[in-house]
């Protein structure tokens, strides 16, 4: 599938070590969000940072894995924030991650990336105090957000969280904004987007090995001022969900 209609989709290697999908993605969402999304594209990262600073003020990870990074745009403010932690970044397409390697070491910072499948890694056991993705499950499929939310509870240590960072559920909202939202789903080679935000992501949770009761299902404000003043309306390309963010997170 070429996702987002990108002839290759964003693994296909047109030479030897290539990053031609790493260059045309780092520019084509800032493209895409206007810019609002920041000069480095880090929004989403930035908002979930955001979130854990408010809500766990004394939450101090160790440890931080990034599932499914890209050329890491949401990853780097992990950096910033926790500047002890060592971080990770996996993905499963290569030249995503070398143009992300460079990208990182360009701005100084430091990241440990590996090319992996978030459905089954070669981390031990509990390695992790946060594990986060952005936009990353409804890229996926009805088996494979399973096998990830069953490798996010193996990998997190006991009273750490996972936190993925989406769109909004269509449960409750507007039915223009859900139609409307529903555009990529066969418009723009998003086969699992619908289905995703249908899920019961509290059995989803529950299935996966985590306490139903840790669940938070949350809408958090854009951590940049430029997306928080974006039209309310979730339209078809008002990307960062018209200046708020879904978050779903679950704990262990």
């Not at 059995?203 to 840790?214: H, N, R, W, Y």
């Not at 951590?223 to 390309?237: D, V």
């Amino acid at each position: 599938m070429d996702i987002h209609c990108q002839p290759g989709g964003y693994h296909t290697e047109l030479r030897n070590e290539d990053v031609t999908a790493g260059a045309i993605y780092d520019r084509a969402v800032y493209i895409y969000a206007m810019g609002r999304m920041g000069a480095l594209n880090d929004d989403m990262g930035a908002s979930v940072v955001a979130y854990l600073k408010k809500k766990y003020q004394g939450f101090r990870p160790a440890k931080i894995l990034d599932m499914g990074c890209s050329v890491g745009h949401s990853t780097l403010p992990y950096v910033d924030a926790y500047p002890e932690a060592e971080v990770h970044a996996i993905d499963v397409a290569a030249p995503m991650l070398r143009y992300a390697h460079a990208r990182a070491e360009a701005l100084g910072k430091r990241v440990h990336f590996s090319q992996q499948n978030a459905e089954s890694t070669n981390f031990r056991d509990e390695s992790f105090d946060l594990i986060v993705s952005h936009i990353l499950l409804h890229e996926t499929s009805a088996k494979a957000v399973r096998n990830i939310m069953r490798e996010c509870h193996r990998l997190l240590r006991k009273g750490a969280m996972a936190i993925h960072a989406e769109v909004p559920q269509y449960a409750g909202m507007d039915p223009y904004d859900a139609f409307m939202l529903d555009w990529d789903t066969y418009n723009n080679n998003e086969p699992f987007w619908g289905y995703l935000h249908d899920m019961d992501l509290q059995q989803l949770a529950v299935e996966s090995g985590f306490d139903g009761v840790a669940v938070v299902q949350t809408m958090v404000p854009s951590a940049f001022e430029q997306a928080k003043a974006r039209t309310r309306l979730l339209q078809g390309g008002d990307f960062a969900g018209a200046g708020q963010w879904f978050l779903y997170v679950v704990a262990k």
